[in-house]
């Protein structure tokens, strides 16, 4: 009895002890990053935070790695207890409109200088305006940028005579030349074609994508405040997904989120992926199996000219109320953000392309060089109307809303549902 | 009268210092008690009163609960709550009653193996046995499929986390075989301990094995049965884990339920007022359940 | 003895029959676990299972290891036993005076205790970490530790034992000049020690298996517990059963060899709990 109190006290102080050391180091700051390319792996990041502490010794960077399927909450969770980390990467849907909205990020605009401005501003006007809220604070930094895509497996849609549907000169495809594809894919004997993935979190952007583009809805009005996927052409296209399933040529699974698909088209399952992008194409190299060739493509639209998602990512502080820290969390991001060696060899580690025009093609030349082939749908880069006010809810919304629809809900009323929802949360 | 000054002195002494010990012995245990379950409870109460999210803190009065009862997404996960509490209590109780009752006449070694056996999922730990029938329910390569397959009860691969009949089954099942290791164990110790001359003077006058049971046997494991259908019911109503990596309440939440729509609410949409206001109701829910328990144990004494 | 020399009855052989095919579905999850932690990615996704690596691979298990997996069982052991030694002391204490310390309020606190009890924990846990991160310790393992300890099911099976506790040896005691300190550490918790030991069980496998609290409190890769942990590979690598396998398999494995060990203390103390409770 007495020994084991006097374990639990040594225990105790241990540990007290050991938290008040930790106070007492130098500028400490932490990184939180979702899986964004190479920087969900550790090997990579110590890398570029080893870069970093060459230059900026004084500065001590942890890190800590999130996931999509509960890094959201997480943060969440770090909000309500007030253990938010100084720097988080992320794109501008959760920065700006989620947690920058909410009154949790610092404005960061002294790291947009005039030179960033421009230099961004040079690839696309829309990158600057997504990091940008209505009064004119930004909450993101970007780095990077890319569009969303889909991939096929060349082998299997050559085996089933289906590569006829295709333009493998601009890798796009029009909704008839999709939906023959399905039905040769399914008639040569392929179980599983594709699968409509709607178990939840992340990946949302294919199955928003390959529903908007079939007829060429538009998920949002112009200026961003409220959802218009109960148009016609929304409507129309969800319920084209709807009847491919039923006609048994698409596979509708609720069961599954965006990773399990991905796998399942790299294990040969699926003969292709809607969820994929330079960086899927980068992480997945190795685990693709034998015999796939995988063969990246547009979303189908009926005028066979697409309009892609983008995605863009970058750093964002949140507002801890330490300006020692904030100082350098700055310092950091404008290191591996803006320097002539490093900025470019960040945005490599992701995979994607640099919001900096200035870096130029970032991959001829190395191992990653099959990235440039993506380059090609940067023309098709679409509205960002990931900043929508409400995008938390009506991404929950959307997978629901699509998984009433493959259980046999009427599209029309589950789409005016879904985007009723959506729009009640939006904050005026 | 000098004698009964002292007698009441000495006795309020005695008292006192009985004060003071009961609490000093009360102190580590009251601390922890009152910090962490009294002290939160009452700031759940207080929370559920207010538009709480992670920008406003607002007093609304009772809307959050008013909002409650119009929520069909609640309604549905009060609806599976109830489904799973009702489905899998009485089933756990008689499953490991009859396990129970074959094994504790095995012998010795047998009886230990058995009861070990069915005791595994419990220590396994829920995490580890979810994710390995995560990978079993899996629909393109699971195992259920292709022995199901085999047998001929399927004739296509099943989506048995995907469709909206069969998922909260699914969670039942798992559910069912991590929750009868400890009644198990319960109902071997309690019938072991049966009175065998009762047993035996029945068997004498020529009873059947049903009527020994019954008359005999059944009475006298009363209060475990009680004890069991109370934690299994506690248990069934905190399934949490299964839902939450299994099926995350979909799809269209077809599985969630209360814990898991109070979590949704609280860590996905932030929404920490509404979710307090579901904790309260909760709490009501599953004190009445537990006071139904309580007054059919005093009726049956 | 004549129930000893029981008639074998058609029903009986069925049931043990039936027994024995439910022995082995209950055992095959585990089972699974453990072979899938050797097999490789072709044997994880083949539709038609592989029964048994006929060449297993410890590539899974090379993996699991570039993560802290060996610091997340260390967290889980540190959690499961400092949750389950402060449980035990406090309870001790506690159900003690409940039981034959007459102070005033007694009644009215036991009554508070007990109706607590129902509650599920989930139900406080929005205030609970708000009032861990004022503490400042969200985040670390106490957030799991504190709470736990806190749960009334201890005090309450420590008093129904400390009733057991003849009055007349606490007078003794008394007498004989021992102060309270000394009666409690001599006298009393000798008494109760089954009972402590059975509440120790207890609390480890609630402690193990709070999935819950740890989620909530967690976050960092390097406070998780080993039950975060898998969930986490699984999150990050949802198709990757190989090594999720793994980490399942070295989250139960040392805690099933203890379970098979100790299994008669196991058995001892969820009755007792049972019994008393």
């Not at chain 1, 996931?67 to 700006?96: F, H, K, N, W």
């Not at chain 1, 993935?197 to 908007?212: E, K």
């Not at chain 1, 319920?239 to 294990?267: H, M, R, W, Y």
Request: proline share 4%; net charge negative; hydrophobic share 50%.
């Amino acid at each position: 009895m007495k020994k084991l109190l006097a374990v639990l006290l040594t225990l105790m102080m241990v540990l007290s002890m050991s938290t008040l050391a930790m106070a007492e180091a130098a500028t400490e700051i932490t990184l939180w990053t979702y899986p964004i390319g190479g920087w969900g792996n550790e090997e990579t990041v110590n890398g570029i935070i080893a870069n970093f502490n060459a230059v900026h010794p004084e500065i001590k960077v942890t890190v800590q790695y999130l996931d999509y399927a509960s890094g959201d909450d997480q943060v969440t969770t770090a909000i309500e207890a007030g253990t938010t980390p100084d720097i988080i990467m992320e794109g501008p849907e959760r920065l700006v409109t989620n947690w920058g909205a909410a009154g949790k990020m610092l404005d960061v605009s002294d790291l947009w200088t005039e030179e960033a401005l421009a230099d961004i501003g040079a690839t696309s006007q829309a990158v600057v305006a997504a990091c940008k809220t209505a009064d004119g604070k930004y909450y993101e930094y970007p780095l990077c940028m890319t569009t969303h895509c889909m991939i096929i497996d060349r082998a299997a849609f050559e085996a089933a005579d289906a590569m006829q549907y295709i333009d493998e000169e601009t890798h796009t495809w029009t909704t008839e030349g999709f939906e023959n594809a399905l039905r040769a894919l399914a008639a040569a004997g392929n179980p599983v074609t594709g699968i409509v993935y709607c178990g939840g979190q992340g990946g949302d952007q294919g199955t928003r994508a390959l529903a908007m583009n079939l007829y060429s809805a538009k998920f949002t009005n112009e200026d961003h405040t409220a959802y218009t996927m109960n148009s016609e052409a929304g409507v129309k296209g969800i319920q084209k997904l709807a009847d491919l399933v039923t006609e048994g040529v698409l596979t509708a699974d609720p069961s599954i989120v965006a990773g399990d698909e991905i796998a399942l088209f790299c294990n040969g399952t699926a003969k292709m992926s809607f969820c994929w992008n330079a960086s899927a194409a980068a992480s997945n190299k190795t685990s693709i199996a034998e015999g796939i060739e995988p063969f990246p493509m547009a979303f189908p639209s009926e005028d066979g000219v697409p309009e892609l998602c983008g995605g863009i990512w970058g750093f964002g502080l949140f507002n801890n109320g330490d300006d020692a820290k904030a100082a350098a969390a700055k310092t950091f991001i404008q290191f591996v953000s803006d320097d002539k060696t490093q900025g470019p060899a960040s945005v490599y580690a992701t995979g994607f392309f640099p919001v900096r025009s200035s870096f130029g093609d970032i991959y001829a030349g190395t191992e990653k060089a099959d990235n440039a082939d993506y380059a090609i749908f940067m023309p098709y880069l679409g509205d960002y109307y990931n900043v929508t006010s409400g995008w938390a809810t009506q991404r929950t919304e959307w997978w629901n809303m699509l998984q009433r629809v493959f259980a046999g809900g009427d599209v029309t009323t589950e789409v005016n549902a879904y985007v009723d929802a959506s729009n009640a949360s939006i904050t005026k | 009268m000098q004698k009964t000054i002292d007698i009441s002195k000495q006795l309020k002494q005695t008292r006192r210092r009985e004060n003071i010990a009961g609490y000093l012995f009360m102190a580590p245990s009251l601390l922890f008690f009152a910090g962490f379950v009294i002290f939160p409870m009452g700031m759940c109460l207080f929370t559920s009163m207010f538009d709480y999210t992670m920008t406003n803190f607002d007093f609304v009065g009772f809307s959050n609960y008013y909002e409650l009862f119009r929520d069909p997404t609640f309604g549905k996960s009060l609806i599976n709550t109830i489904i799973i509490v009702v489905a899998s209590v009485p089933t756990v109780c008689l499953f490991s009653l009859w396990v129970g009752s074959i094994i504790y006449k095995l012998k010795d070694i047998h009886t230990s193996f058995f009861r070990c056996i069915f005791y595994l999922p419990v220590v396994t730990g829920s995490v580890a046995v979810t994710v390995v029938w995560k990978w079993m329910f899996n629909p393109y390569y699971g195992l259920l499929n292709y022995v199901f397959k085999g047998l001929g009860i399927i004739s296509t691969n099943m989506n048995w986390l995907g469709n909206m009949d069969t998922a909260l089954w699914c969670i039942i099942l798992i559910l069912f075989t991590t929750s009868v290791g400890q009644p198990i164990v319960l109902y071997v110790s309690a019938l072991s301990n049966v009175d065998h001359s009762l047993v035996e003077a029945a068997e004498v006058d020529g009873a059947t094995n049903m009527q020994v049971f019954w008359r005999i046997k059944w009475p006298q494991i009363m209060p475990t049965t009680l004890y069991i259908l109370v934690i299994t019911t506690i248990n069934s109503f905190q399934c949490f884990a299964l839902i939450q990596l299994l099926t995350s309440g979909g799809p269209n939440y077809a599985t969630s339920t209360i814990m898991y729509y109070i979590y949704y609410e609280a860590f996905k949409l932030s929404r920490y007022g509404y979710g307090s206001a579901m904790g309260v109701i909760l709490a009501i829910i599953i004190a009445l359940f537990s006071a139904v328990q309580f007054r059919l144990a005093k009726s049956d004494q | 003895m004549d129930h000893s020399v029981q008639k074998v009855t058609a029903y009986k052989v069925i049931a043990v029959i039936l027994l024995i095919v439910l022995a082995v579905l209950f055992t095959f999850p585990l089972y699974w676990i453990i072979t899938g932690s050797f097999k490789d990615a072709r044997a994880i996704n083949s539709p038609a299972p592989v029964w048994f690596p006929l060449q297993p691979t410890d590539a899974n298990y090379i993996k699991l290891f570039t993560k802290p997996a060996g610091l997340w069982m260390f967290n889980t052991v540190f959690l499961c036993v400092m949750a389950m030694v402060l449980t035990c002391i406090a309870a001790a204490m506690g159900g003690y005076a409940l039981a034959k310390k007459h102070f005033a309020g007694r009644g009215i606190l036991f009554s508070i205790f007990v109706c607590a009890m129902a509650l599920p924990k989930q139900v406080i846990l929005i205030p609970l970490l708000k009032e861990m991160a004022f503490l400042n310790i969200h985040n670390t393992l106490w957030a799991v530790i504190l709470p736990t300890v806190g749960w009334p099911f201890g005090v309450f099976l420590m008093k129904q034992f400390s009733e057991n506790i003849p009055n007349e040896m606490l007078e003794a005691a008394r007498i004989d000049g021992a102060g309270e300190a000394r009666t409690f550490t001599d006298i009393v918790f000798p008494m109760i020690k089954p009972g402590v030991g059975a509440l120790a069980i207890f609390t480890f496998i609630t402690a193990w298996n709070d999935y819950f609290l740890q989620l909530i409190m967690l976050n960092d890769t390097q406070v998780l517990t080993i039950s975060l942990g898998i969930a986490k590979l699984q999150s990050e690598l949802s198709t990757d059963y190989g090594l999720i396998m793994a980490g399942a398999a070295l989250g139960s494995v040392p805690i099933i060899v203890i379970f098979l060990m100790f299994q008669k203390f196991f058995t001892r103390g969820i009755t007792m709990g049972a019994v008393k409770g």
